[in-house]
């Protein structure tokens, strides 16, 4: 069995060069537990060491601390007053890693704690400085652990470790997507290592029917909960398995494959061999579906069952969560890829290659038919969810297949509506302002309504006030930005500072930014654009807009869409008016959601599952303008902000985009724009605001992680564990 290390014990291990309790000590085990990146009052201490480095190191404070000796911290805490405020952190990290009695979970998943949840995911979004993951998928496996950890949820979570991550964007001079990979020093991450009993490097093993793929295992501290990370960079591996887990989501079938097999497989493994039992397997997508397998196999090992009673029992305690309501979305693997990473564990099931192959297939016995991992998901688990109801809906009726003898409203698979970390989210002047007015422990209680409700009692214009300095903030952020591309883009110094220019703080300001997946429409404005200029022009009440998002590297529509509003900037109509960040991650969506008026959402309805980037506007104030899909469709109510059209499908996307397109700028001409700008006498969008009371009144507590933890634990996680049941 494996040590686990309490934060301060991890920094010993991995920098030796310091005492754990001096101030360098201090920081650096602030700076090991993610902890500290949804404490502004911590990160403000990183920044205060030193501001420019901390902008330049993508706000990575390992990064920062290494560039520091002891000696240097001291003299710089010194002068900048830190003492107090890094020691006060620290207690504060130490009674909270300390502390999981007093919480939610230990309350209402007192099952788990011998036996936590295992949550497997491909991706995780913790933070800008961390970089596995690439979009929505990995930020809700993010929030999810981190909420796991707020409320005392006991769970461990398992990943891979990406040395080079998801790529970098910038924009070629004409407006095209070039994409950077850049190695990652896991010597600034807090990054761990998960050594053996004897003290090596732990290693699992993975066997295939063309040899072994090995990996250690990386530990990161998020809060109470542990996540490990599995890296296929050891010594031993072949030399195109050194680099499997270098990249998130790049190479081919056999690559993906042989990344599922570890994350999935290997995970297991990997929660074994460290001496973690998990009462639950919550499978995150079907990537990892693989891990069901596994457990079956030990369990037959250990406790001589059959592969049935071994299925039943693996299956009772497996949660699944899809999230692509595509067919085409769903990994598939041809029956040689299958045989060749899961032949040597299908074997030891007592299986033959047929009947595996089934367990990934709608149709048994259709050799046609590819192993599909969202089927694998489904049938290894008892309890299966999709991310809307919507999203339920339409899983429903998409797998309705593999259940002929159900209607479709008797098909398992349920729904737990996606939700966002608030702590990691909001902003500090917006938490301020909560602080103010809501109850002390309103931090604790944030999946809870009562606690929003207090959004009313506010004061309209401070509101007000608080949500135009956070524009503003963006605003700079934004300017920033743009001034960089242009200098990158060797501009002269006229053109550098004419970016640093551009947008106008008094102007309505709507954000667009997340991945451009051609489903999303990104271009949907753009159709006229004597329209769009008519509108973003109005000499009394202009609007302005802010893109952000990067398209997949083989998505060839995707870096079209990005080229053609990138290059509006060579229009005059819309130089100041529409403008295009560069490499969005999770640091350019939380400044654009946190200073935007409005944020549009246009996807083709009913293709995105839940969306989050919505959610997270919703607490500092912004308003969603959005196509009645996802979160959407459940959330807006007529008075909490604003719905594209009707809520309905048209057979033909020709069609559908269109009439989507009329309705969007109907409702920015009618609505939008029209309540913005009306004012009275002080200068205050009453209306507006009451939109903005609404929105966080209704929304902040119900599309929390908080909640959606909440959801999984009752639902999902204690019944799995053998616990009192309920649906989902
Ligand atoms: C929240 C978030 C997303 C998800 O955005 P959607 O609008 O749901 O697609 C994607 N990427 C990043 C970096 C995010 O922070």
Not at 261 to 269: A, D, R, S
Not at 304 to 329: C, I, M, W, Y
């Amino acid at each position: 069995m494996v040590q686990i290390d309490t934060p301060a014990q991890t920094l010993a291990t991995q920098h030796h060069d310091f005492a754990v309790n001096s101030l360098y000590g201090k920081c650096m085990a602030l700076a090991s537990n993610i902890w500290w990146s949804w404490h502004p009052e911590v990160v403000n201490i990183f920044r205060d060491l030193d501001p420019i480095r901390w902008r330049q190191l993508d706000h990575n404070p390992i990064a920062l601390l290494r560039e520091f000796t002891p000696e240097r911290l001291e003299s710089r805490a010194t002068e900048m007053v830190l003492y107090s405020r890094i020691n006060h952190a620290f207690r504060q990290l130490k009674d909270y890693v300390a502390n999981g009695r007093k919480t939610w979970g230990a309350t209402n998943a007192g099952v788990l704690g011998a036996h936590p949840v295992a949550y497997f995911s491909a991706e995780f979004g913790i933070h800008e400085s961390i970089p596995i993951y690439s979009g929505g998928l990995g930020v809700l496996s993010g929030d999810h652990i981190k909420s796991a950890s707020g409320l005392g949820v006991p769970l461990v979570a398992i990943g891979l470790y990406y040395n080079q991550g998801y790529f970098r964007q910038r924009l070629d001079d004409n407006g095209y997507q070039v994409e950077e990979y850049l190695d990652t020093q896991v010597e600034n991450l807090p990054c761990q290592q998960v050594l053996d009993a004897h003290g090596n490097e732990l290693r699992i093993s993975m066997d295939t029917r063309t040899g072994p793929v090995m990996a250690r295992v990386w530990l990161v501290n998020v809060g109470r909960v542990r996540l490990y990370l599995l890296d296929c960079d050891v010594e031993g591996n072949r030399p195109e398995d050194r680099s499997l887990t270098s990249r998130l989501y790049g190479g081919d079938e056999r690559t993906r494959i042989r990344q599922e097999l570890v994350l999935g497989v290997g995970g297991v493994k990997a929660l074994k061999a460290i001496g973690i039992s998990p009462g639950v397997l919550h499978l995150n997508e079907g990537h990892s579906g693989f891990a069901p397998l596994e457990a079956i196999r030990e369990m037959m090992e250990e406790d001589g069952h059959s592969f049935e009673e071994a299925l039943r029992d693996v299956a009772q305690k497996t949660v699944f969560t899809t999230h692509t309501p595509v067919p085409a979305g769903h990994d598939r693997f041809s029956a040689d890829l299958v045989e060749e990473h899961l032949g040597p564990l299908r074997e030891q099931l007592g299986l033959s290659h047929e009947d595996f192959m089934d367990f990934g297939r709608v149709s048994p016995k259709n050799h046609e038919e590819s192993f599909c991992m969202t089927v694998l998901g489904l049938k290894m688990s008892r309890r299966a969810n999709a991310v809307s109801s919507l999203h339920g809906h339409v899983s429903r009726r998409m797998w309705s297949g593999l259940y002929p003898w159900r209607s479709e409203e008797e098909i398992p698979i349920g729904h737990i509506t996606n939700g966002v970390h608030i702590p990691s989210w909001l902003a500090f002047q917006m938490q301020q302002l909560y602080d103010r007015y809501f109850p002390a422990d309103w931090m604790k209680r944030m999946g809870e309504s009562e606690v929003w409700q207090t959004i009313h009692t506010i004061e309209p214009g401070e509101l007000f006030e608080t949500h135009n300095a956070l524009k503003n903030l963006m605003l700079s952020f934004v300017r920033r930005r743009l001034s960089r591309q242009s200098r990158r883009r060797g501009e002269n110094d006229d053109a550098v500072e004419h970016a640093r220019n551009l947008l106008d703080p008094s102007v309505l300001t709507i954000g667009f930014a997340r991945r451009f997946a051609t489903y999303k429409r990104a271009g949907l404005i753009m159709n006229d654009l004597d329209r769009l200029s008519a509108l973003v022009n109005d000499p009394n009440r202009p609007v302005q807009f802010i893109f952000s998002g990067k398209a997949h590297p083989k998505d060839e529509p995707g870096k079209e869409l990005i080229q053609q509003i990138a290059n509006l900037r060579h229009d005059d109509r819309f130089r100041n008016r529409i403008v295009f960040i560069e490499d969005y991650d999770i640091n350019v969506c939380r400044h654009l959601i946190q200073g935007v008026d409005v944020w549009l959402n246009n996807p083709r309805r009913p293709l995105e599952a839940s969306g989050t980037s919505g959610q997270k506007v919703v607490l500092n104030g912004g308003l969603n303008l959005s196509v009645l899909d996802g979160w959407w469709a459940e959330a807006y109510d007529g008075t909490n902000g604003f719905a594209i059209g009707k809520g309905s499908t048209h057979v033909s996307d020709e069609i559908g985009d269109d009439r989507d397109y009329r309705y969007l700028f109907d409702t920015l001409e009618r609505q939008v724009v029209p309540l913005y700008y009306d004012h009275d006498i002080d200068g205050l969008p009453q209306r507006w605001v009451e939109m903005m009371m609404n929105s966080i009144g209704s929304l902040a507590w119900r599309f929390s992680a908080h909640r959606m933890v909440m959801d999984y634990t009752r639902a999902g996680y204690v019944p799995a564990a053998g616990g009192l049941s309920c649906d989902m």
